[in-house]
C-alpha cells in the first residue's frame, strides 16, 4: 500500500514573555533546548525535520502513523520538561498536521497540505494539535488515538470547509468522549438546533434559524451588542448554513471560540467555524486575558431558549 506523507507545523506560544523576562541570551538558549528537543522527537517517529522557523518547525513523515505517534510524543515530552516551569516562562506547543501530496524542491517543502498543515498550527489554540477528519479516519483503527470533531471549518485559501479534529494527547484528562471515530462524530449536532442563545454580562437574547445573520460587535444597532474597547464595531456574525450555526471573525484582531467542554479551542481571523452544543466566544481577544468579552453560547431545537446562565 503507498503511503501518503504527513507534513506538520509546531510552533512555541509565549515566546515573547521569555525573552522579556530573559533577555536575549538566555532565551534564546532556552528556546534552542526545546527545538532542539521536538527535532529528536521527530527524528526518534521517522520523521525528516525539513527546517526549524525561529519557535517551531516543519517535518514530514512518510507514514501517517508515525506522524501520529510523533505530534503526541512532541506534546508530552514538551509537557513534561516544561511543567515545573515559572508561569511567566512556560511556553505551550501547539501543531497542525495534515496528509496529501508534497512539492519537494531544494530541500524544502511546499503545496497544498504544507499549506494547510501551517493553517491548522496557526488556527489552534495552546497546547492543541489539530488535523484533519481524513486523517483521523485513515488511523482510526490504530490502538490509543483519541481526539474530538471540532466539525467542518472554513480555511482560508480552501474553497470548501473541512472536517477538523482535535487530538487528545494528555493521559491525565478524565473526558469519556474523546474516543469516537471522526465519521461517527461527523454531523452529529447538524441539523438539531434550530436556535441559539447568547449572553454577555447584562445582555442576553434568543435567535431562531430564521432570524439569522445576527451580527456581534460594539455598534448599538447590531442584533448583538458588545460593549468594550476591545470589539470591533461590527466583530463577527452568525450565519445559518447547511441546518448548522456558523461564525464568521470580521475583525482585526480576532475572535476565539471554546467548545463547552472547555478543552477544544479555535482562533477565527477572518475565518469561520460551525458551533456546537454550547460554549464561549471572546471577542478581539483570547480568553485568558483579564476582563476578556466573552459571549457564552448555547443551541436547542424547536423553541426559543429560556436560559438561566448562573
Known amino acids: 500500500m503507498r503511503l501518503i506523507p504527513t507534513v506538520i507545523f509546531a510552533d512555541l506560544v509565549g ?3 521569555v525573552f522579556e523576562a530573559l533577555g536575549n541570551d538566555k532565551a534564546t538558549l532556552a528556546v534552542h533546548r526545546l527545538i532542539e528537543l521536538m527535532v529528536k522527537t521527530c527524528h526518534l517517529h521517522g520523521g525528516r525535520v525539513v527546517k526549524t522557523l525561529g519557535d517551531g518547525l516543519l517535518a514530514v513523515f512518510a507514514d501517517p502513523a508515525d506522524a501520529l505517534e510523533a505530534i503526541v510524543a512532541l506534546q508530552r515530552t514538551h509537557h513534561a520538561r516544561t511543567r515545573s516551569w515559572p508561569s ?3 511556553m505551550h506547543m501547539k501543531i497542525g498536521a495534515a496528509c496529501g501530496p508534497v512539492v519537494e524542491l531544494q530541500g524544502d517543502c511546499y503545496g497544498d497540505t504544507v499549506n494547510l498543515a501551517a493553517r491548522l498550527c496557526q488556527m489552534a489554540g495552546a497546547g492543541h494539535i489539530w488535523t484533519t477528519g481524513d486523517l483521523v479516519r485513515g488511523l482510526r483503527a490504530q490502538a490509543g488515538t483519541r481526539f474530538r470533531s471540532l466539525g467542518a471549518v472554513n480555511i482560508r485559501g480552501l474553497s470548501e470547509a473541512r472536517e477538523i479534529c482535535q487530538i487528545d494527547w494528555d493521559t491525565h484528562d478524565p473526558s469519556e468522549m474523546l474516543t469516537q471515530p471522526a465519521d461517527s462524530v461527523k454531523g452529529q449536532y447538524a441539523g438539531l438546533a434550530d436556535h441559539i442563545a447568547l449572553s454577555c454580562a447584562s445582555r442576553s437574547a434568543s435567535f431562531s434559524a430564521q432570524e439569522l445573520p445576527v451580527h456581534l460587535g ?3 444597532e447590531l442584533e448583538f451588542t458588545v460593549l468594550n474597547q476591545r470589539v470591533s464595531r461590527r466583530h463577527a456574525r452568525l450565519d445559518w448554513v447547511n441546518k448548522n450555526f456558523v461564525l464568521t ?3 482585526s484582531y480576532g475572535t476565539w471560540v471554546r467548545l463547552g467542554d472547555g478543552l477544544s479551542e479555535l482562533v477565527l481571523r477572518r475565518g469561520e467555524c460551525v458551533l456546537m452544543g454550547w460554549g464561549e466566544i471572546s471577542l478581539g481577544t483570547p480568553f485568558n486575558e483579564p476582563n476578556a468579552p466573552v459571549v457564552r453560547f ?3 431545537g424547536g423553541e426559543p431558549l ?4 448562573a
Open 298 to 300: 448555547m443551541l436547542a
Open 88 to 90: 511567566n516562562l512556560l
Open 306 to 309: 429560556v436560559t438561566d446562565w
Open 249 to 251: 471573525d470580521l475583525s
Open 218 to 220: 460594539r455598534l448599538p
Open 15 to 17: 515566546s515573547t514573555g
